[in-house]
């Protein structure tokens, strides 16, 4: 004779099996509530050990030329490419790039910070970033490689080609040192232009200075020509011919002259940015005091309790799990035994465990 459940038994064991699990934790409550204790204590513990302070800052690239735009035109009356050059008005993306560059990254974190460790501490923490982020290596450069690669990970760079702007941000255990290591890239970015660009004022420098020289061995061969021209011939507006000879000449000397004057302006300028230091970066918004944590207390008590309800919600249905297998098949639980008592005495008979058990036994 076959058993049939109707539909309110159905529903009767759908609630038991709902209730069930409620049930479990009810009666391992007290495992359940140390279990989801410790393990709140030990999740607020892991956020405060690796909360993060934000430090914010954004600056706008000064998008001058360095006098190539005249450069440009008077390379390009003598066939020259502009290209050669040089670019001299970079994107926003360029120097985005740049603060990400690795000359950029290893200098950052070769230099020695001094900060306090928290807003209103007294005590100062000094050191460079190798030995702050605890970097690993065999040698120096291994060392300095992973701290470059960890400091990449806290940084972030977002740049707006619109409105020309570049925010950086950097996030460390430390407010102060945020703040330092995000102003110190800066300070970077502005050293790396300025030097680049008192170099590339070097270079056209040289090649203004050699052009000019050329230039006024030019003119004063045009206007000696004209010269010449006028001492032969004092009543040349008579003759249609010396008349139109005349113009030619005056032509070139003027041709000749306009090109000199161009080049001695580019000159000047040359010099002029080969020993400025004057910035190339106009720092809208400074990083000093504006570091922020990046998760507040409250989130990571709420993300701890989490924590604690999952980890003691699955120690109470493990326990479970394991009396239920302890009766309902026995013999598992011996064969887990066994191979764990295997195990131990495997354990024991290691040549470092025997020494160390030898040494207690002798010392008792």
């Given at each position: 004779m076959?058993?049939?459940?109707?539909?309110?038994?159905?529903?009767?064991?759908?609630?038991?099996?709902?209730?069930?699990?409620?049930?479990?934790?009810?009666?391992?409550?007290r495992l359940f509530w140390r279990i989801a204790m410790l393990s709140t204590a030990l999740g607020v513990l892991l956020g405060w050990l690796t909360r993060r302070y934000a430090a914010d800052a954004q600056f706008m690239p000064n998008m001058t030329s360095l006098s190539a735009s005249s450069l440009a035109g008077i390379a390009a009356q003598f066939g020259i490419g502009a290209g050669s050059l040089g670019d001299a008005d970079e994107s926003v993306d360029f120097y985005a790039s740049l603060v990400r560059s690795r000359e950029v990254l290893t200098a950052a974190v070769k230099t020695v910070y001094r900060f306090p460790s928290d807003f209103q501490a007294k005590d100062t923490i000094v050191g460079d970033l190798v030995t702050l982020f605890h970097a690993r290596g065999d040698t120096e450069v291994e060392r300095i490689q992973d701290a470059v690669k960890k400091l990449d990970r806290y940084m972030r760079v977002d740049a707006d080609e619109q409105s020309g702007l570049i925010a950086l941000r950097v996030r460390a255990r430390w407010p102060g040192l945020a703040e330092q290591v995000n102003a110190r890239l800066l300070a970077l970015v502005n050293e790396f232009n300025v030097s680049r660009r008192e170099t590339r004022g070097g270079i056209e420098r040289h090649f203004v200075e050699a052009r000019l020289a050329e230039a006024l061995q030019e003119l004063t061969a045009a206007e000696d020509d004209m010269r010449r021209f006028l001492e032969a011939n004092r009543t040349y507006q008579d003759s249609p011919r010396l008349a139109f000879e005349a113009a030619r000449l005056q032509r070139?000397?003027?041709?000749?002259?306009?090109?000199?004057?161009?080049?001695?302006?580019?000159?000047?300028?040359?010099?002029?940015?080969?020993?400025?230091?004057?910035?190339?970066?106009?720092?809208?918004d400074h990083p000093e005091g504006s570091a922020q944590p990046t998760r507040s207390w409250?989130?990571?008590?709420?993300?701890?309790?989490?924590?604690?309800?999952?980890?003691?919600?699955?120690?109470?249905?493990?326990?479970?799990?394991?009396?239920?297998?302890?009766?309902?098949?026995?013999?598992?639980?011996?064969?887990?035994?066994?191979?764990?008592?295997?195990?131990?005495?495997?354990?024991?008979?290691?040549?470092?465990?025997?020494?160390?058990?030898?040494?207690?036994?002798?010392?008792?």
């Open positions: 076959t058993d049939t459940v109707g539909p309110a038994e159905e529903r009767t064991r759908a609630r038991l099996s709902l209730v069930a699990p409620l049930n479990i934790v009810l009666r391992r409550r070139r000397v003027d041709l000749r002259q306009q090109v000199y004057s161009t080049l001695a302006q580019s000159y000047e300028q040359a010099r002029l940015d080969e020993v400025r230091n004057t910035p190339v970066v106009t720092i809208v409250t989130l990571i008590i709420i993300g701890a309790v989490l924590l604690g309800i999952v980890m003691g919600t699955g120690a109470v249905f493990f326990a479970e799990l394991l009396v239920r297998q302890r009766v309902e098949n026995p013999e598992d639980l011996l064969e887990l035994d066994r191979y764990r008592t295997a195990a131990v005495e495997g354990l024991r008979h290691l040549p470092a465990v025997r020494h160390l058990l030898q040494r207690k036994v002798n010392n008792s």
